[in-house]
Nanobody, 128 residues
Framework: QVQLVESGGGLVQAGGSLRLSCAAS????????LGWFRQAPGKEREFVAA????????YYADSVKGRSTISRDNAKNTVYLQMNSLKPEDTAVYYC?????????????????????WGQGTQVTVSS
């Protein structure tokens, strides 16, 4: 059974940084892509960043590109999202997601409906 547990959220001032972590268990076989999504109150869940199993492909939403870095440590089954220069509009619940995709396509990877496994989320609040 796949389980994803996010951590690292919190309250930070605008311009600050946070590092989110997602510890995965139960990824017993196959090459899983791990992604980060976020959902603000009253809004749909949106893509933030994703990374393939080998780390050879990473994807970012335009809204976080240049301010965020996704990475993974397969030995620890953990994916990280380093977010810098945070803005109030980054405030949301951040979710980790995992699934296996036969072909790495951006259109698939950035779609939350493509993912089977989800964590419970971690709250990120950026004050102005």
């Amino acid at each position: 059974q796949v389980q994803l547990v996010e951590s690292g959220g919190g309250l930070v001032q605008a311009g600050g940084s946070l590092r989110l972590s997602c510890a995965a268990s139960g990824l017993t076989s196959g090459s899983y892509t791990l992604g980060w999504f976020r959902q603000a109150p009253g809004k749909e869940r949106e893509f933030v960043a994703a990374i393939t199993w080998s780390g050879d492909m990473v994807y970012y939403a335009d809204s976080v590109k240049g301010r965020s870095t996704i990475s993974r440590d397969n030995a620890k089954n953990t994916v990280y999202l380093q977010m810098n220069s945070l803005k109030p509009e980054d405030t949301a619940v951040y979710y980790c997601a995992a699934d296996r995709f036969p072909i790495n396509l951006r259109t698939v990877t950035i779609n939350p409906s493509s993912y089977t496994y989800w964590g419970q989320g971690t709250q990120v609040t950026v004050s102005s």
